[in-house]
Structure formats: C-alpha cells, structure tokens
C-alpha cells in the first residue's frame, strides 16, 4: 500500500523561491512581499501595493497583497507561524495542496518561500452557524463535497478505506445538525 500524496500527472509545479518575509515589523514583511511580488505579479508598482494583514488566524500571518482600490487580484502571502514546522509536514502539506487545485477544490499556488507559501484570494463568504443551518445551502455544500470526495480520495493514501470517507462525511452531516439544534 501507497502511504504517500500522490500528486495528479499534469499539476502544475510550484516555485520554490529564496525569499524569507520577517513577520515582526510591519516594514520588514512588506519587503519581504514585495521581493514575493516581484517575481508574482512583475507589472506591479511596488509604490502602489497595498498590503492587508488577515488576523483571523492562530499561528500563521496572512497578508493579503494588491494594488489599486478594488481586491480584484489578490495575492495572499502566508508567513508560517513559529515552530509549526513540528506540527505540519510542509512538502506534504504543498503536494495536498496541488491535489486539491487540481480538482478545482482549492485556490491555486503560487509560490513557496523559505517561511511561508502564496496563493490566489477568493472572495466569498465563509460559512457560519447561519449558514450551515440553512438546509438549502447544508444540503448544496454535502452534496459538492460528496461528488467531489471520490475524486479527490483517490489521490490520497491507499490505507485510507471507503468506509471512512463516508464515516467522516455522516460524522460532518451529524455535527452540523447537532450544532443547528444547539442554536435554536
């Protein structure tokens, strides 16, 4: 049995460029992104480039990167957090990544960076309580992740059985009912 992340033939390479981003002043990062920026996006003036910093997260910093005043492309650059490399295996984490892109399931990647990755900004709306609770958009969202699951399952270690995928999807569906029970 395959106990690796088998990445579709075809998927785009990732570069990998020599570029470290500090994270600790605000100065600093916005160097380190605009060195990212100048092999990403070329035609950019650096004096133009606004920089967004996201801080929803836990670990990481997330830095939305973009000019103009409209976020019509932008680049997130994503500094990894402090010693997470203990945690997460980042070329397994890469090789994910590129299978999930190439099922149209996730943004695509740009580049990686001694201490971080970016990748491509969606707009959109995250999905909430409200959200999940909505029958029509649950039922959409199970559905889209079901069709979806078989393809993408396939691409992931062998020893991971079918009885676990539809598992893990009947232990989702059960959560987020029991969760809108909970709000009501």
Not at 32 to 42: I, V
Not at 57 to 69: A, M, P, S
């Amino acid at each position: 049995m395959a106990n690796y992340i088998h990445v579709p033939p075809g998927s785009p390479e990732v570069p990998k460029l020599n570029v470290t981003v500090q994270d600790q002043e605000e100065h600093r990062c916005r160097e380190g992104a605009l060195s990212l920026l100048q092999h990403l996006r070329p035609h950019w003036d650096p004096q133009e480039v606004t920089l967004q910093l996201f801080t929803d997260g836990i670990t990481n910093k997330l830095i939305g990167c973009y000019v103009g005043n409209t976020m019509e492309d932008v680049v997130l650059v994503r500094i990894y957090g402090n010693k997470t490399e203990l945690l997460v295996d980042r070329d397994e984490e890469v090789k994910s990544f590129r299978v999930l892109q190439a099922h149209g399931c996730a943004p695509q990647l740009y580049c990686t960076f001694n201490n971080g990755l970016c990748y491509e900004f969606i707009q959109g709306e995250a999905l909430d309580p409200k959200h999940v609770c909505n029958p029509a958009i649950f039922r959409s969202e199970e559905q889209k992740r079901l069709s979806s699951k078989e393809t993408v399952w396939k691409t992931f270690p062998n020893n991971c059985s079918t009885w676990m995928t539809t598992s893990l999807s009947f232990a989702y569906s059960l959560k987020a009912e029991l969760l809108c029970r909970a709000l009501q």
